[in-house]
Nanobody, 124 residues
Framework: QVQLVESGGGLVQAGNSLRLTCVAS????????LGWFRQAPGKEREFVAA????????RYTDSVKDRFTISRDNAKNAVYLQTNDLKPDDTAVYYC?????????????????WGQGTQVTVSS
């Protein structure tokens, strides 16, 4: 497993942006598929975005397409989630996750390492 630490959350008004960062401890960071998930109060954790180990494939949930962008910098052991045009429905704790599988999955069970989460709150 790899240790993951998220940062960059906060309280913003609707329409604004945040850049979430996740830094990993693994020396073999570049082989991991990386994902972002989120969990709102009273709801299950849901997939947001994921990126392949070699940066050639990304996946997004429909509700964030054209607003969020996932990217990675293997030299810095970091993965980012640029969130634009935020909406109140985006309010949640955002989690970074890593998988040693080359498959870019969207399921919670497909990832075996998780960060502690960072809170994003969007006011209307």
């Amino acid at each position: 497993q790899v240790q993951l630490v998220e940062s960059g959350g906060g309280l913003v008004q609707a329409g604004n942006s945040l850049r979430l960062t996740c830094v990993a401890s693994a020396r073999t960071f570049s082989v991991y598929t990386l994902g972002w998930f989120r969990q709102a109060p009273g709801k299950e954790r849901e997939f947001v975005a994921a990126i392949s180990w070699n940066d050639d494939m990304t996946r997004y949930t429909d509700s964030v397409k054209d607003r969020f962008t996932i990217s990675r910098d293997n030299a810095k052991n970091a993965v980012y989630l640029q969130t634009n045009d935020l909406k109140p429905d985006d309010t949640a704790v955002y989690y970074c996750a890593a998988s040693r599988s080359m498959y870019v999955g969207v399921g919670v069970r497909e990832y075996d390492s998780w960060g502690q989460g960072t809170q994003v709150t969007v006011s209307s």
